[in-house]
C-alpha cells in the first residue's frame, strides 16, 4: 500500500500492491493493520456503501453533520472523478477541494475524513462506487452543498450537463450551508 499526499493534507490518496499474471490479478483492497501502520490512523469502519451510476450522474456534495462519516472511497468498475471539499471553518484549507480520478483499472482510494463534503461524477459508460464509513447514515443529519457553487469553483471535468438528483439539485450555497466548526 502506497500513501500519496494530496494538496489538502489530511485528504489521502491510497495505491494498492498489485499482483498480477496472466490468470488476473489479486489485491488487499483493505487490511486495518497496514492502513493504521501507513496512514497513522485508528479508524473502525462501520458500513460499507455501493452505488451504480451511469455516465454524467453526479452524486454530491454530500455530508452529516449529525454522526458525521470519514469515508473511504473506490470505483469498483468503471471510472469517477472524486472530490473533496474541507468544510472545517478552523482549518486552513477551509472552503479548498482535490479532486482524483478513481477507478476499476487504477485500484487507487480516496480517504476523506470528517469535516468534508464528498461528491463524484462518472466519466465512464457506468461506474460501480463502494466506500466504507465510520459512522452510521443519520438522516436526519444529512447534509447536501450545491455541486456547481461558485465559491467553490469545482472543476469537475464534465463536458455535457451532470444528471442529478432532486436532493443534489437542492443544495444549498456553500456561504449558507451547515458547517463544521
Given at each position: 500500500?502506497?500513501?500519496?499526499?494530496?494538496?489538502?493534507?489530511?485528504?489521502?490518496?491510497?495505491?494498492?500492491?498489485?499482483?498480477q499474471?496472466?490468470?488476473?490479478?489479486?489485491?488487499?483492497?483493505?487490511?486495518?493493520q497496514?492502513?493504521?501502520?501507513?496512514?497513522?490512523?485508528?479508524?473502525?469502519?462501520?458500513?460499507?456503501?455501493?452505488?451504480?451510476?451511469?455516465?454524467?450522474?453526479?452524486?454530491?456534495?454530500?455530508?452529516q453533520?449529525?454522526?458525521?462519516?470519514?469515508?473511504l472511497?473506490?470505483?469498483?468498475?468503471?471510472?469517477?472523478?472524486?472530490?473533496a471539499?474541507?468544510?472545517?471553518?478552523?482549518?486552513?484549507?477551509f472552503?479548498q477541494?482535490?479532486?482524483?480520478?478513481l477507478?476499476a483499472?487504477?485500484?487507487r482510494?480516496?480517504?476523506i475524513?470528517?469535516?468534508?463534503?464528498?461528491?463524484?461524477?462518472?466519466l465512464?459508460?457506468?461506474a460501480e462506487?463502494?466506500y466504507?464509513?465510520?459512522?452510521y447514515?443519520a438522516?436526519?443529519g444529512?447534509?447536501?452543498?450545491l455541486?456547481?457553487?461558485?465559491?467553490?469553483?469545482?472543476?469537475w471535468?464534465l463536458?455535457?450537463?451532470?444528471?442529478?438528483?432532486?436532493?443534489?439539485q437542492?443544495?444549498?450555497?456553500?456561504?449558507?450551508?451547515?458547517?463544521?466548526?
Amino acid at each position: 500500500m502506497k500513501i500519496i499526499p494530496t494538496e489538502i493534507p489530511d485528504i489521502l490518496l491510497i495505491e494498492p500492491q498489485i499482483f498480477q499474471d496472466d490468470r488476473g490479478f489479486f489485491f488487499e483492497s483493505y487490511n486495518q493493520q497496514k492502513f493504521i501502520e501507513k496512514t497513522g490512523l485508528n479508524i473502525n469502519f462501520v458500513q460499507d456503501n455501493q452505488s451504480l451510476s451511469k455516465q454524467n450522474v453526479l452524486r454530491g456534495l454530500h455530508y452529516q453533520i449529525i454522526q458525521p462519516q470519514g469515508k473511504l472511497v473506490r470505483a469498483v468498475s468503471g471510472n469517477i472523478f472524486d472530490v473533496a471539499v474541507d468544510i472545517r471553518q478552523s482549518s486552513p484549507t477551509f472552503g479548498q477541494w482535490v479532486g482524483y480520478e478513481l477507478s476499476a483499472e487504477n485500484k487507487r482510494q480516496l480517504w476523506i475524513p470528517v469535516g468534508f463534503a464528498h461528491g463524484f461524477v462518472v466519466l465512464s459508460e457506468v461506474a460501480e462506487v463502494l466506500y466504507k464509513t465510520t459512522d452510521y447514515y443519520a438522516p436526519g443529519g444529512d447534509r447536501t452543498i450545491l455541486w456547481n457553487d461558485t465559491e467553490l469553483a469545482i472543476n469537475w471535468q464534465l463536458t455535457t450537463t451532470p444528471i442529478l438528483s432532486a436532493k443534489d439539485q437542492a443544495g444549498k450555497a456553500f456561504k449558507d450551508a451547515d458547517l463544521f466548526p
